[in-house]
């Protein structure tokens, strides 16, 4: 019996026409289709249409895709436009001024180009200076950031940025430093070589062919020079990767030379080497000086129509040169007194007393600490750096919160991995003698606890979690830890955040690490599925090594158990997953761990996954 085309596109079509109907799709004549009836051959063309209309909605929906990830992308990039583009009308505009400016025409006359590269380098130096300051402000920006009525999502991301902002500002003064010392060895070259006699103002040196070296270490600019050199290779040569990871000590001393990097810099401008020229109006550029030299060669006092013949400007007086006020003031003086507020805020933060509660030894060299604070508030993924007076006074460092101070519970805890000298010292002094066979100290021991100081809390990225409807957590190893203290709060109250589903990742090298967030994820599990909410949540937990698998398999994780793999998670895939699930949907994706794996997150979440929007998160102490 012919089967209705009506009759078959409701029930076969309907299977590729589903999508469609959402988007404009132009219908054409299918050769061979009678009245009201489809043969064989029709169904073939029709199923081929179809399969074409689909793959014209895919593209359509990956196009809409690619535009909401541009517009999220370029959020960020326009910054960084904005900021390079000042950089170089900044350099231009005055290179332009003291090459070709009329109050500069004497001082360029003498010094070339030396003097217009120092003079562009310095402007660049007087922002990236001003502007190097802002991202370290920590505490300011952790305010701006809790503010999410007045800081929309990408004026966050933005701020997430700091650290990659703050290292471009301090490659651009390594890079400029460079280019305005390398100008003033030619300057103070140019002043010796080529003294004045005939404007002695402008001279920086005592008399024609005058040691440079000896302009250069007896001048407040040179002498003050030559310190901001060093100071600035001690930094930059301590501020690699490497160093920070393996002597974290020696970078931290050294970046606190910035302190005495500003005060040389507050200095260096105050010896008033360069000079311009004040009346430009009554003495132009290169104008004939009737009191001096008449145009035939001899000396007069006065000159005359025949002799002036020809010449366009007349000399009114004499030029006259001052010193330019140091601008350098101007552009460094309000980061610089805000980061100075700053400092002085935490550290009347930091002198409040911190009671270490509990101490509790964890497997793989994991350490978790519990410390109480009066006043202490906290959100869930902000981190706190810790100091310790017994080990450093002046070294201290950032670890993320893996449990929040609640109402009913007003401790904070935090989980630290015995990794290089200063957590090794600090590790012994937590277990000091004498030695207790429980993994929890006793109370009575508290007393031996080392006197500990506590800066923050701070904002991080992970913040953003509950911002989400659904969000990705991928952790590596120790990098769990700003994710621990959102299951925590979840675990607390699930039901008043945003976010509606949880793909928790956790890789490992080895199996015993799980156990340090074990309890907390079964018990959140057993929560959700109590509360007929079983797909909230989506554990899946790797592990490179397979030794020890049957330690998760005791009864109380039998739940872990059965959601771990062994190997390295195939990201393409697991995408895949979540991208089907999710379509049409703004992903969060936020990741704490290795280079390796963030770097792989990275390029996942900037390609299509099947019409959801995966915004890239990363969190960062190093």
Request: aromatic share 12%.
């Amino acid at each position: 019996m012919p089967l209705s085309w009506r009759s078959w596109i409701a029930n076969e079509g309907s299977k590729h026409f589903i999508l469609v109907s959402r988007y404009p799709v132009q219908l054409r004549p299918v050769p061979g289709l009678p009245g009201q009836s489809v043969t064989a051959d029709t169904v073939g063309y029709i199923a081929l249409f179809c399969e074409r209309a689909e793959r014209k909605v895919a593209r359509y929906a990956s196009y809409k895709v690619q535009c909401l990830f541009l517009n999220l992308k370029y959020s960020c990039g326009l910054f960084q436009v904005l900021w390079l583009s000042t950089n170089i009308a900044l350099f231009w505009k005055t290179f332009v001024s003291y090459c070709s400016g009329p109050q500069h025409y004497y001082l360029h006359k003498m010094l070339g180009l030396g003097l217009c590269m120092s003079r562009a380098s310095a402007a660049v130096l007087n922002l990236n200076c001003c502007l190097v300051l802002l991202p370290v402000c920590r505490s300011l920006l952790a305010g701006l950031r809790g503010f999410q009525k007045v800081t929309s999502r990408k004026a966050r991301r933005i701020l997430d940025k700091r650290k990659t902002f703050h290292m471009a500002c301090g490659i651009a003064i390594g890079l400029f430093s460079v280019i305005h010392v390398s100008a003033h060895l030619a300057n103070v070259y140019s002043f010796s070589a080529w003294y004045s006699d005939e404007f002695p103002a402008l001279n920086l040196a005592r008399h024609r062919g005058e040691d440079p070296r000896i302009i250069m270490f007896t001048t407040v600019p040179g002498a003050t020079g030559v310190l901001l050199v060093l100071v600035l290779f001690l930094m930059f040569t301590a501020s690699s990767y490497s160093m920070r990871v393996s002597h974290y000590d020696i970078f931290w001393y050294t970046h606190n030379l910035s302190i005495v990097f500003y005060v040389l810099l507050l200095v260096h401008v105050i010896g008033g080497v360069l000079k311009y020229q004040t009346n430009v109006e009554h003495h132009p550029p290169d104008c004939f000086r009737p009191n001096r030299t008449a145009p035939g060669g001899q000396n007069s006092g006065f000159v005359n129509s025949s002799q002036v013949d020809g010449l366009s400007k007349v000399c009114r007086e004499e030029p006259q040169f001052q010193a330019h006020f140091p601008e350098t003031w101007l552009w460094v003086s309000g980061p610089l007194c805000l980061y100075c507020a700053e400092r002085l805020y935490r550290y009347m933060r930091g002198c409040r007393p911190v009671t270490v509660a509990s101490v509790v030894r964890h497997p793989c060299r994991v350490v978790e600490v519990h410390m109480q604070k009066s006043g202490f508030r906290a959100r869930p993924g902000q981190y706190i750096v810790l100091n310790c007076p017994h080990v450093s006074s002046f070294e201290s460092h950032p670890f993320t919160l893996t449990t929040c101070p609640t109402e009913r519970n007003a401790t904070f805890g935090i989980h630290l991995r015995v990794l290089g000298d200063w957590t090794e010292r600090f590790t012994d002094l937590l277990l000091a003698e004498p030695e207790v066979g429980a993994e929890i100290l006793p109370v009575a021991l508290q007393r031996r606890y080392p006197r500990v100081y506590v800066d923050g809390p701070f904002g991080s990225p992970s913040e953003d979690v509950f911002n989400y409807e659904v969000s990705v957590c991928v952790a590596g190893g120790i990098g769990v830890t700003p994710f621990a203290s959102v299951l925590q709060a979840l675990l607390d109250d699930w039901q008043h955040h945003k976010l509606r589903r949880l793909y928790f990742i956790w890789v490992c090298r080895e199996l015993q690490s799980f156990r340090w967030f074990a309890e907390l994820l079964c018990s959140l599990h057993q929560k959700l599925w109590q509360e007929n909410r079983p797909d909230y949540l989506n554990i899946r937990l790797y592990v490179s090594k397979e030794r020890g698998l049957q330690s998760l398999s005791e009864g109380r994780y039998q739940v872990l158990s059965a959601r771990l793999l062994i190997g390295r998670p195939r990201w393409e895939m697991l995408f895949e997953e979540i991208g089907r699930a999710n379509k049409q949907k703004r992903v969060g994706v936020f990741c704490s761990g290795p280079k390796g794996l963030s770097t792989t997150l990275h390029k996942m979440c900037n390609s299509n996954h099947f019409g959801a929007t995966f915004e890239y998160n990363k969190e960062s102490f190093s």
